[in-house]
Every structure is written in structure tokens, then in C-alpha cells.
């Protein structure tokens, strides 16, 4: 069984539309690709008709995928949460307690993860060291380049 994933509404929005585009856009153009191959003669040496087949099947895997994505997603009520300590689609305002560099983070599912706008995977060593912790602590998370300590300054939704 496929591991159940928190998607904000923006998030699961998206899910779905990418979704539909594959199913509709993404499978004329492949199956136009196909025709065009196809019309160019013998199958059995038409090297772009084998690559448009494969690409057929890769944007199928694509979309099976994406299905049990969806299947497995659920949207939270941010109003239901707790807002005293971090969960996922919480904000957090964390401080690095050695340089004193001071970030902001959205914790959210993997697929939604985007560094460039602030929001981290709760699957990120990061973030997993911020679940249920509450504003005040200090906490030391291993990350790849070693241990950091940071201290939660906020949380919000």
C-alpha cells in the first residue's frame, strides 16, 4: 500500500491538474508522434517509431503514477491543527544558533517541496527534526554537512 501524502489545496490543485494535462494534451501528442513514425514505412527498422513507443510507455508509468499519487492524497484542514507546535503545512521561523542566520519554512509533501519559495518536504532532514516541536526550543538536527542547531522563533499557518 502507497504511503498517504498531505497535500495543501493549492498542492492538490496542482496534482490534478497536471494530472488531466498528461491524460488529455500529453496523450494526442504522443499518440501524433506515433501516426507520423508510423507513416514513414517499414516498423521493424523505424528507429523514431521505437522511441515514440517508449516514450508512450514512459508518459503512461507517468500517469499510473501520478494516479496512485493522487489516490494517496489528502488535504488538511489547517483550521484543525494545532498551531503550539510544528506539523506539516506549518510555517516555521527557525534561527541557525551558530551564525544566527534566521529562515522561514512551509512544511509540505514531497512533491509539493520547492526550496526557491520556502517550502520543504516533511520528509527533509530539517523538517523532520521540527515535527512537534514547540516555539522557544532549541533543537540539533543532523543534515549532510553535520549537526546544526537551530531555535524555533514562530509557527503559523
Known sequence: MAEVAYYTKEGLENLKKELHELKTTGRTNISKAIAEARDKGDLSENAE???AKEAQGLHEAKISKMGEMLANARLLDESKLDASKVLALSIVKIKNVKNG???SYQLVSESEA???TGKISV???IAKGLLGKKVGET???TVPAGKMEFEIMEISR
Do not use: G, T
Request: glycine share 0%.
Open 49 to 51: 517509431y521505437d522511441a
Open 123 to 125: 520528509a527533509s532532514p
Open 139 to 141: 533543537i540539533e538536527i
Open 101 to 103: 542566520a534566521v529562515m
Open 114 to 116: 520547492d526550496m526557491k
